[in-house]
């Protein structure tokens, strides 16, 4: 049974997002994998799903830092101004190759972000989001 509805994949280089894909569908996360090579064509995919319902915002983003264009930071700032009700429903990861700590700080900076990955996605990427951000919310509270 798959964990989410959507997810959504935004890197510019289309190689990784066809194995991003693979494992996301192989280790039954997402029902669904929406794919883009540019930040401002999911920008405004997010902006036309960001509806009172969210019924097709997705529950997560994995977004790459270093694109042509619109960067992962513009991304960010333009992401942050969507309705709070659809942010609300969607963990941001950052999943990039970038390997400076300024960056990583960054990323874990902005409230949006959730978590840095570095790429590759992995099983064991998506099994620690699965653990710490997914399914806790979900736990009935523990009663001693």
């Not at 540019?38 to 270093?66: C, R, W």
């Not at 942050?80 to 960054?106: E, T, Y």
């Not at 099994?127 to 399914?135: A, H, K, L, M, T």
């Amino acid at each position: 049974m798959n964990l989410l509805k959507r997810v959504v994949l935004i890197d510019d280089d289309e190689v990784n997002n066809f194995v991003c894909e693979s494992i996301i569908r192989n280790e039954s996360f997402a029902e669904e994998v929406i794919s883009f090579q540019g930040a401002e064509e999911a920008l405004n995919f997010l902006k036309t799903t960001a509806t009172p319902s969210g019924d097709a915002f997705p529950d997560l983003i994995f977004l790459d830092i270093n694109m042509p264009g619109m960067d992962g930071w513009n991304f960010i700032e333009e992401y942050g101004k969507l309705p709070k009700d659809a942010l609300q429903k969607c963990n941001l990861f950052m999943l990039s190759s970038a390997v400076d700590r300024k960056d990583i700080q960054c990323a874990r900076s902005h409230k949006e972000v959730k978590e840095f990955f570095s790429k590759p996605l992995s099983p064991e990427i998506l099994d620690f989001i699965r653990e710490e951000f997914i399914i806790p919310e979900n736990r009935p509270p523990f009663h001693s």
